[in-house]
């Protein structure tokens, strides 16, 4: 006889329908980001209290929360009433790492349609983001003003400005050119650091007119020209210093060399490139890598590339890998010199 309080196995028929509705654990986290309910968690709260403030329906908002509670950001310290977990407060708009347009991005109607069309990826190696859309991902943000800038306010806030920091020693350093810039979180931490450095913003002229935001709240946009263009013409020539930060892994090989190419053309004998990417290894604490390499596949047409790949891909536009830097995670920085 078995006692009552021995522990069953999961049955994988149970472990697997729970692994296929592991999806709506991101929904159900990416409404209560659109709702603000996060923000509104210093302290637990009823269910009651926080539908009314967030114009909601207290039993319909029950379910996300108790959804959330199982995605381990929410707990239920008493039936009905809410609060954040360590976890759960990145998901806060004033946490400084703030994930909360990252979690409504990935929920959009705009990535969900690619994941419903993603056997096209699958079938032929091409993104399925096209195939509904019609365009490509970064041209579809051209004519999508709202979507791109959730897009960018998501990319700020992920901005592995630690690691660059901690990467390359660019004291000394006088001009750097940040190739796909965004809205210039990158380049406000280094000019912040580095008082007498200079710098100058390249990215799309949607994207470029909103980074003298970030540069001016960052007291460093005297420091800055903003160039907007494409990097698939010519960029601003003769810096010490060019950076890609999160722009090679986003496009496929023979993109990424079009990058690279107009990049070392615009770069003198003795500068340097930085890049700023993602490299799966075996030290990776999470699934995540190998999320976003789907996810980059599914959206882009693009894969994480490994550092020996990053090396073949350099040495095709004469670029030389001089130092790397690998944080966990598959964060990576390199350096690189004309060959
Ligand atoms: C993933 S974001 C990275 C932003 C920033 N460098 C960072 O690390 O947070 C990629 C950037 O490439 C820019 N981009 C895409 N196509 C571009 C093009 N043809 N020319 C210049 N920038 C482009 C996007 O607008 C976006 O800001």
Not at 148 to 175: E, I, K, Q
Not at 315 to 331: C, G, K, M, R
Request: hydrophobic share 40%; aromatic share 8%; with cysteine.
């Amino acid at each position: 006889m078995t006692s009552s309080n021995a522990v069953e196995p999961v049955p994988a028929a149970l472990r697997v329908r729970e692994l296929m509705t592991t999806g709506l654990l991101s929904h159900a986290i990416a409404v209560l980001c659109d709702l603000g309910v996060p923000d509104l968690l210093e302290t637990p709260r009823a269910h009651v209290e926080i539908a009314k403030e967030v114009d909601g329906h207290p039993e319909g908002l029950l379910s996300f929360l108790r959804a959330a509670c199982a995605a381990g950001v929410l707990a239920e310290p008493t039936p009905r009433t809410f609060e954040l977990t360590e976890l759960g407060q990145v998901l806060r708009a004033d946490h400084p790492n703030s994930m909360k347009a990252m979690c409504s991005l990935t929920c959009r109607e705009e990535f969900n349609r690619t994941w419903s069309n993603s056997i096209h990826t699958a079938r032929t190696g091409e993104p399925s983001f096209s195939l509904p859309y019609g365009t490509s991902f970064f041209e579809y943000m051209g004519s999508n003003p709202e979507f791109a800038t959730l897009f960018d306010r998501a990319m700020s806030s992920s901005a592995a400005v630690d690691n660059l920091l901690a990467g390359p020693d660019l004291s000394g350093v006088g001009h750097i050119v940040d190739i796909g810039g965004g809205r210039g979180t990158m380049l406000a931490a280094l000019l912040r650091r580095h008082p007498d450095l200079r710098g100058t913003l390249v990215d799309l002229p949607h994207v470029a007119g909103n980074a003298l935001r970030t540069l001016t709240e960052a007291g460093v946009a005297d420091r800055v020209t903003i160039a907007p263009g494409s990097f698939f013409d010519p960029v601003p020539e003769g810096a010490d210093v060019y950076l890609l930060s999160r722009v090679i892994g986003n496009w496929n090989d023979e993109d990424s060399l079009r990058i690279l190419r107009s990049t070392r053309a615009a770069m003198r004998a003795d500068s340097e490139l930085v890049v700023v990417g993602q490299m799966p290894s075996e030290n990776d604490r999470t699934h995540y890598p190998r999320q976003l390499d789907l996810y980059m596949f599914a959206l882009l047409g693009a894969r994480l590339r490994s550092y020996e790949e990053y090396q073949e891909l350099f040495a095709q536009v004469n670029l030389t890998i001089t130092d790397w830097w690998n944080f966990p995670d598959s964060e990576s920085v390199l350096r690189a010199r004309l060959s």
